[in-house]
T-cell receptor
């Protein structure tokens, strides 16, 4: 079945550091990937839609200069949290849809737990 | 009004019980519907898609009511391992419009 791999699974770093998270579709090509953030005991919040070969589409309230998204190939999207601060600590999850049909479900990566000290 | 609404719970039921959740959506043009489960500190995992005619997968039954704009999930003979948060997901006509409900917490007690 469709598999999405996310790396790293856990990051702890100092305030001011930039952190890159990778999302790969392992056995299929994904023209569109999605990045979510989830705070404890809260729902998933869509941050942005990553489109291969073009700019990402950010949701309202998400700073594009803060959260840089690059979808350089059909199997890889990266999210870079620039100059991370403690309030950026969260669970970041990517997903991809196998195929283009609207009935296709999303498949999620394992998530990245980011802790900024 | 939220685009997708779920009862947050928690639902606390004994093992073996039948439990049902509903999820309402506001956009009548929504095209596809899914139930996911999310365990604590883990990523969501697809439980089942929801088809117009209703569908069943083992102990799980999903139904869609387009007229009233809700989907439901029924779990029969609940197991301890069913304890999780169940997320309702609604997808619009475009690939980018995917809305998650806030989730319903289910706790199965022995």
């Amino acid at each position: 079945g469709a598999v999405v791999s996310q790396h790293p699974s856990w990051v702890i770093c100092k305030s001011g550091t930039s952190v890159k998270i990778e999302c790969r579709s392992l056995d299929f090509q994904a023209t569109t990937m999605f990045w979510y953030r989830q705070f404890p005991k809260q729902s998933l919040m869509l941050m942005a839609t990553s489109n291969e070969g073009s700019k990402a589409t950010y949701e309202q309230g998400v700073e594009k200069d803060k959260f840089l998204i690059n979808h350089a190939s059909l199997t890889l999207s990266t999210l870079t949290v620039t100059s991370a601060h403690p309030e950026d600590s969260s669970f970041y999850i990517c997903s991809a849809t196998y195929g283009t049909g609207v009935n296709q479900p999303q498949h999620f990566g394992d998530g990245t737990r980011l802790s900024i000290l | 009004r939220k685009e997708v609404e779920q009862d947050p719970g928690p639902f606390n039921v004994p093992e073996g019980a039948t439990v049902a959740f509903n999820c309402t959506y506001s956009n009548s043009a929504s095209q596809s519907f899914f139930w996911y489960r999310q365990d604590c500190r883990k990523e969501p995992k697809l439980l089942m898609s929801v088809y117009s005619s209703g569908n069943e997968d083992g102990r799980f039954t999903a139904q869609l009511n387009r007229a009233s704009q809700y989907i439901s999930l029924l779990i029969r003979d609940s197991k301890l391992s069913d304890s999780a948060t169940y997320l309702c997901v609604v997808r619009g006509s475009s690939a980018s419009k995917i809305i998650f409900g806030s989730g319903t917490r289910l706790s199965i007690r022995p």
